[in-house]
């Protein structure tokens, strides 16, 4: 996933990763930039609002040294202390989510919109928990709520993680909709290319998935699924020659993965 400004979750809903999602995008930016947007200069904050905001920073910083029993120990105190602070609300949802507790999450991130139901970014990553618990209009409502956010520096993002969504649970047309307007906004969205892709492939486009993939792989890297994709979309257009290039790629580099065995099967060695 990306550099975002003001963002702290770029929550990309990636079709072909179904139930993964790339998160922690500049996340500590923004738990700094909630802090700097409070109400009183930090020369003026309560000893307990820096108790708060030194919780959720160091509860982040754990979580991503992978010392999680600690990280939650550092949340929960932030959490008790003020449970209105969307930051320290995120974190945990994310951690949660880590320690594979999907209810919990969900509840922190309905937390963390309801302290915040404007902002952009809390919209978008909400959007995102929804999609993934199979919650989809009510998904993309918060996807498209986050364009609403004057402040909200990433509506490519929103619009294509509302079509990935779309995709994901099979609205052909919707997914067309809301990935045409991301790529608008940004031509080079790797994930919103690489699921027009997919979108194309599935609608028996050949053509206009090969030419999707090309520009995703302009823009991106090749991973195991997305070369799995690649290869696919040559075998359906009947280029054996194109799609062996893809699965001499995956030999070479996944040897093990079951994407590898998969192209060696569709292939026929």
Excluded: W
């Excluded at 609300?89 to 919109?113: D, F, M, P, S």
């Excluded at 809301?178 to 027009?196: G, S, V």
């Excluded at 020659?241 to 995956?250: I, Q, S, V």
Aim: proline share 3%; charged share 25%.
């Amino acid at each position: 996933m990306r550099a975002l400004s003001n963002s702290y979750l770029a929550g990309i809903v990636l079709l072909l990763r179904p139930a993964q999602f790339i998160v922690l995008i500049l996340l500590g930016a923004f738990v700094s930039g909630c802090a700097s947007q409070q109400e009183h200069d930090s020369n003026n904050k309560s000893e307990s609002r820096k108790a708060v905001e030194s919780n959720t920073s160091l509860g982040l910083e754990y979580m991503n040294r992978g010392q999680y029993e600690v990280a939650l120990g550092k949340l929960k105190k932030a959490i008790k202390e003020d449970p209105t602070y969307t930051p320290a609300q995120t974190v945990i949802a994310v951690l949660y989510e880590r320690l594979g507790e999907t209810e919990l999450a969900g509840r922190h991130y309905k937390k963390a919109y309801e302290t915040a139901p404007k902002d952009g970014d809390v919209n978008n990553n909400y959007g995102v928990y929804l999609c993934k618990t199979g919650k989809e209009d009510l998904a993309i409502q918060h996807f498209l709520a986050s364009l609403n956010d004057p402040f909200y520096n990433t509506p490519a993002i929103a619009l294509g993680n509302a079509g990935s969504c779309a995709l994901q649970h099979g609205n052909l047309t919707e997914a067309d909709v809301y990935l045409r307007r991301a790529l608008k906004i940004e031509p080079n969205l790797p994930d919103a290319l690489l699921n027009m892709a997919r979108l194309s492939f599935e609608q028996q486009k050949y053509l206009t998935a090969r030419a999707f993939m090309q520009r995703y792989e302009a823009a991106s890297r090749h991973v195991e699924r997305t070369l799995l994709l690649a290869f696919r979309i040559e075998m359906a257009s009947g280029d054996r020659g194109a799609a062996n290039k893809y699965k001499l790629l995956l030999e070479s580099n996944f040897p093990d993965s079951e994407q590898t065995a998969e192209a060696r099967r569709l292939f026929g060695k």
